[in-house]
């Protein structure tokens, strides 16, 4: 698309308005390429909004988005996609009625059978393009530890399975940039743990970036390159973990006085 | 009188067949609430009528730019409705066929309440070719057994068709979009390009049935197409199952049988009362049918309560 480096996503300005309540105020930050950034706030931060403004999902009243280098502000949240930018939900969304397979085979990218004139003039694509797709869902599957849930509804999974299964779903796409609202919540530790290593993992071998909302500090100090910290729908820090849990206005933001630091 | 009777009851369950094919496209695999089915059945019938009589066009030549009308008909409501919420969508589309009907009925080009009359000549030399090959098995005398072939043999062919599309990627993004239409948008998916084809395609199969109802009612008026036609479309639909297209089948067989079955009967009961009971009967099995098997003769009960 445009020059290898310099962020791959720039926020400025960015200003979303819920019935005169700005739910993002003006906020700007940079995601910089291949890393692991944390979005952390207060609740009412504007996090979820700001994640639903850079999938598309919701249409800045002000600002710019810049992904890669190319204005996304306000795109149909399909085309983002296509573009290499994939979210999850805060609250799962899998596709309950179908097999957790067809989940992972439906997120395959550059799958011509989608499409109608392309199904018909070139059956053998398709078939090519599904069988590739279905050893990457088996392989993602199997990292994910859903391998033997595969032919069963995604709707019968657990709620951390979900989780994982969303997760997964969304690096089918083979995505530049994974957004993740709350990937911990809900699933348990031991298997928290795995994920995490496994987008550290990715971000290795593959240089996706991730940018995650998460609550439990533990993840966000240990994990995190780079910390945003919002509050009241503006950016009020970025920095290292280290310099950010340092950083009296995150400790004011989080609680009030700037007395009581976590140690 | 038997063997005609239910050679004629065939007829309207494969062009209730046909029609509803396009239902299930819609509600069952895509989730879209088109109830204005009736409207592009009434367009691909018309067309026909009209372009044959009035221009002299082939009935085969008009049955395709029938089946073309049609699918600009869908193009149109969907572009111009699609982005309303799922149920203000379905009162879109029965308004939407309820302005063809009404047009058709008052306009002067379509003769109005007078109807289209005249246009079946070609199929008439068809079906008496058939039957004269027909006679050859001793089946000459059922006059309408070519247009049951016909009715069938499309009906079959178009279901086959949808079967095999339905495997395919492009049917399992439409399930997505069923399931959840945000997160398969999130997945890349053009969600508003999908349910814009499945109702082109959903308005060409009811063009299609348009064009047999034309043939069987040899007259065109506009209260054939009245949204009735829609709601027993859906009936069948219920009964056989959504998400499934033998459903289709088995859910017109189901319901024409129970519909006309029950003339038979004989009852001391007037000809208007009966009528209007064979209809309480039909409605008393949908709702034990939905009672006892909720997600239809051949819907998919585990799909069903897996979804929230």
């Known amino acids: 698309m445009t020059a290898p480096a310099g962020p791959i996503l720039e926020v400025r300005g960015a200003v979303k308005a819920f019935d005169g309540l700005l739910a993002v105020a003006g906020a700007s930050f940079d995601v910089e390429r291949g890393s692991i950034t944390a979005l952390i706030g207060p609740n009412g931060a504007g996090k979820t909004t700001m994640f639903d403004l850079l999938s598309g999902f919701g249409r800045p009243d002000a600002g710019t988005i810049r992904l890669a280098g190319r204005d996304i502000a306000g795109m149909a949240p399909y085309r983002i996609a296509n573009l290499g930018l994939v979210r999850t939900f805060q609250l799962t969304r899998v596709l309950a009625g179908m097999s957790v397979m067809d989940n992972m085979l439906l997120a395959a990218r550059n799958q011509p059978g989608e499409h109608l004139a392309a199904l018909i003039l070139s059956p053998g694509r398709s078939r090519a393009a599904e069988a590739a797709a279905r050893e990457s869902a088996i392989g993602l599957l199997a990292t994910f530890g859903l391998a033997a849930k595969a032919g069963d509804y995604a709707g019968a999974l657990s709620g951390g399975q979900r989780k994982l299964l969303e997760i997964a779903r969304a690096l089918m796409t083979g995505p530049s940039i994974v957004l993740l609202d709350e990937p911990m919540a809900g699933v348990n530790p031991t298997l928290g743990r795995d994920i995490l290593d496994h987008i550290a993992a990715l971000r290795s071998a593959r240089g996706t970036t991730f940018l995650f909302v998460e609550h439990d500090m533990d993840v966000v100090m240990t994990r995190a390159d780079k910390v945003i910290v919002m509050a009241q729908g503006r950016v009020i820090a970025t920095g290292t973990p280290a310099g950010i849990r340092a950083d009296p206005a995150v400790v004011e933001a989080y609680l009030g006085t700037p007395h009581a630091v976590a140690p | ?308």
């Open chain 2, 1 to 308: 009188m038997s063997v005609d009777f239910w050679i004629n009851v065939g007829v309207l369950a494969g062009i209730y067949g046909i029609f509803t094919l396009g239902l299930q496209l819609n509600a069952g695999f895509i989730g879209l609430l088109n109830f204005g089915q009736a409207g592009f059945m009434a367009i691909g019938a018309y067309a026909v009528g009209l372009l044959v009589v009035d221009f002299g066009w082939s009935l085969w030549l008009a049955l395709l730019a029938g089946i073309l009308l049609a699918v600009i008909g869908g193009l149109f409501v969907g572009i111009s409705s699609l982005r309303l919420r799922s149920d203000h969508f379905a009162i879109a589309t029965i308004a939407f066929a309820e302005i063809v009907r009404y047009v058709l009925q008052n306009a002067e080009f379509s003769g109005g309440n007078q109807g289209v009359l005249g246009y079946d000549e070609e199929w008439r030399t068809l079906s008496d070719w058939a039957l004269a090959k027909l006679a050859l098995i001793g089946l000459g005398d059922y006059t309408q057994l070519p247009l049951f072939i016909a009715v069938w043999l499309a009906f079959l062919v178009l279901l086959a068709v949808l079967i095999v599309l339905q495997g395919t990627p492009w049917g399992r993004v439409l399930r997505g979009i069923r399931e959840d239409e945000d997160a398969t948008a999130a997945l890349g998916k053009n969600v508003f390009a999908y349910k814009l084809q499945s109702l082109a395609i959903a308005a060409a199969l009811a063009a299609v049935a348009g064009f047999f109802v034309a043939l069987n009612v040899t007259f065109l008026y506009p209260s054939v197409f009245d949204p009735t036609f829609t709601f027993f479309g859906y009936a069948m639909l219920v009964l056989g199952g959504f998400a499934s297209y033998g459903g289709v089948v088995l859910g017109g067989i189901l319901f024409w049988t129970l519909l006309e079955g029950t003339r038979l009967f004989d009852t001391a009961l007037s000809a208007g009362q009966q009528a209007s009971l064979r209809f309480i009967i039909v409605g008393f099995f949908l709702l034990l049918l939905s009672r006892l098997r909720p997600q239809g003769l051949l819907g998919n009960r585990a799909e069903m309560r897996v979804r929230p």
